[in-house]
């Protein structure tokens, strides 16, 4: 079975550009998590998505965004980047909501901002 | 406001011996907590849970024990292996029946088992 997969694994990007990740979750799952890890803060929650709607929003500028399609895939944007969104980017699939659901990580997206 | 704390940065310890990983957090309304493992360049793993309702949980060479009294859980490995050494991060959510994924993550523990 396949793991949640995200692309692409690493991007460099300027300030002042946007750039878009994708999220394909495990076959059947329903739910998807972002987070951002930078050095020191751990994983901070970026949103969830169920069944195509934002269920919960962490606490990040209006810059970040993101969507869930009918397949349940996901992206996330960052647009007019700062050096401060360089990070690694994780996203989590689920089959539902709840947190006696085990959540499942990809390998992330290491965002580089120059 | 870091509700989810894990003080040691790190942690190293002998192989075959027990590692304890730490962790402290503020909401006492927290219903479920988790612990993950990381390897570089890899996404975390979910290794075992425990429902705020319970005092320990254990699946074969792991085991965590929460006090609630004292807003603390930890994580014991035992006997430890060299494979076992990556980032540990405990973390913890607000159910809210059901209506949301959302865990708090601490800031990790690198664990080191040396042969």
């Known amino acids: 079975k396949a793991g949640v997969t995200q692309t692409p694994r690493y991007l460099i990007k300027t300030r002042g550009q946007q750039v878009t990740l994708s999220c394909s979750p495990i076959s059947g799952h329903r739910s998807v998590s972002w987070y951002q890890q930078t050095p020191g803060q751990g994983l901070q929650f970026l949103f969830e998505y169920f069944s195509e709607t934002q269920r919960n929003k962490g606490n990040f500028p209006g810059r970040f965004s993101g969507r869930q399609f009918s397949n349940s895939r996901s992206e996330m944007n960052v647009s007019t980047l700062e050096l401060g969104d360089s990070a690694l980017y994780l996203c989590a699939s689920s089959l539902d909501l709840g947190s006696n659901q085990p959540q499942h990580f990809g390998d992330g997206t290491r965002l580089s901002i120059l | 406001d870091q509700q989810v704390k894990q003080n040691s940065p790190s942690l190293s310890v002998q192989e075959g011996r027990i590692s304890i990983l730490n962790c402290d957090y503020t909401?006492?309304?927290?219903?479920?907590f988790l612990w993950y493992k990381k390897y570089p360049a890899e996404g975390p793993t979910f290794l075992i849970s425990i429902s705020s309702i319970k005092d320990k949980n254990e699946d074969g060479r792991f085991t965590v024990f929460l006090n609630k009294s004292a807003k603390h859980l930890s994580l014991h490995i035992v006997p430890s292996q060299p494979g076992d050494s990556a980032v540990y991060f405990c973390a913890a959510s607000l159910d809210y029946g059901g209506a949301t994924n959302k865990l708090i993550f601490g800031t990790g523990t690198l664990l080191a088992v040396q042969p």
């Open positions: 909401n006492s309304m927290f219903d479920y």
